[in-house]
């Protein structure tokens, strides 16, 4: 009888629990990239939008634009507009960014540029050097947004 009233409580604790499992959501199916292979370019979990890294791919030619780092990374910043505004979001509600160089030597280029885009506050930041990226791409970057 002991057992049985510790496995119930066991049972009420993960049901009233359940909902911490059951709160990620994918809010855009449709890829926006060149990337036609598992991928999913945003998912909204516990309140917070996860954001796919985006390279400076065209939407319009789906080809990586020209002109270098500060390009890609002009294009990265709409393509996360578009993004975020689809899933009722926007650059200011950015909390952490994550990018990727294949060349630390453009991160003072990248710096310059990346301010630009926020108002009201900068998010948290991680730059990491890499090796190549999709396209050869000289940046990424993957953000979460509330």
């Known amino acids: 009888m002991i057992k049985l009233k510790y496995i119930l409580i066991i049972i009420g604790l993960f049901s009233n629990f359940s909902h911490l499992f059951s709160q990620s959501k994918s809010v855009s199916q ?27 791919l065209s939407k319009e030619t789906n080809t990586l634009v020209t002109g270098g780092v500060v390009s890609e990374l002009q294009q990265i910043f709409k393509n996360l507009e578009t993004l975020l505004k ?4 926007e650059l200011d509600k950015i909390v952490a960014v994550t990018i990727y160089l294949t060349d630390m030597q453009d991160y003072a280029a990248v710096n310059e540029e990346y301010v630009k885009h926020f108002s009201k506050r900068l998010p948290t930041r991680t ?7 999709p396209l050869n791409a000289k ?8």
């Not at 689809?86 to 979001?89: K, L």
């Not at 940046?139 to 509330?146: F, K, L, M, Y």
């Open 30 to 56: 449709k890829p926006t990239h060149f990337m036609s292979k598992p991928y999913t370019p945003t998912i909204r979990s516990n309140g917070n939008l996860y954001v796919s890294g985006q390279i400076g």
């Open 86 to 89: 689809e899933n009722n979001s």
């Open 127 to 133: 730059c990491i050097a890499v090796s190549a990226l």
């Open 139 to 146: 940046i990424e970057i993957t953000v979460i947004a509330e």
